[in-house]
């Protein structure tokens, strides 16, 4: 089961343990992927989060999200899951930033674990949904010295 958001004012998205994937080949397709595909909503301390993903066709996921508090959008990213010769990655870009890759370390049918070791922070995000109609990411890493996490929890929306 997943928690709600639990330190707000950083931007992004996802270690939990999943069976290790092989870089490139047969193992390479974005078909997998289609259990994140949706719109997802939540909300925690009056912060309203969406997060939003294409399909999986074309072998490529597009992503957003973004947040709004008191009526005012206050954060936004901008994301895709894309394979390449030498495996799959993460591709985040918050606040339109230039995108910043994180490698799938650990998949299993419905979790995922990419990982950045040499990013500021976070160094790992995380996906996963333990039941239909939920959708939870998790970040963490090493923040000023100090380990890190903030983890979010969607629901489907209709929208």
């Not at 928690?3 to 870089?23: D, I, Q, R, S, Y």
């Not at 394979?83 to 985040?92: E, L």
């Not at 419905?110 to 939870?136: A, M």
């Amino acid at each position: 089961m997943c928690g709600t958001m639990t330190f707000a004012g950083v931007l992004g998205v996802l270690g939990c343990v999943g069976a290790a994937v092989a870089p490139g080949g047969e193992g390479s397709s974005l078909a997998r992927f289609g259990w994140l595909e949706g719109n997802w909503a939540g909300e925690s301390d009056g912060l309203r989060m969406e997060e939003h993903w294409t399909s999986a066709d074309g072998n490529g996921l597009v992503g957003m999200h973004k947040d709004v508090r008191a009526g005012k959008m206050v954060s936004f990213e901008f994301f895709r899951i894309e394979s390449r010769a030498d495996g799959i990655y993460y591709m985040t870009s918050p606040g339109g930033a230039p995108a910043t890759p994180f490698k799938l370390i650990q998949q299993s049918p419905r979790r995922v674990v990419f990982e950045n070791p040499t990013h500021d922070f976070p160094q790992r995000i995380l996906y996963w949904s333990d039941k239909p109609g939920e959708l939870c990411a998790r970040i963490q890493g090493t923040l000023n010295g100090k380990p890190e996490a903030i983890e979010w929890r969607w629901l489907r929306a209709s929208r």
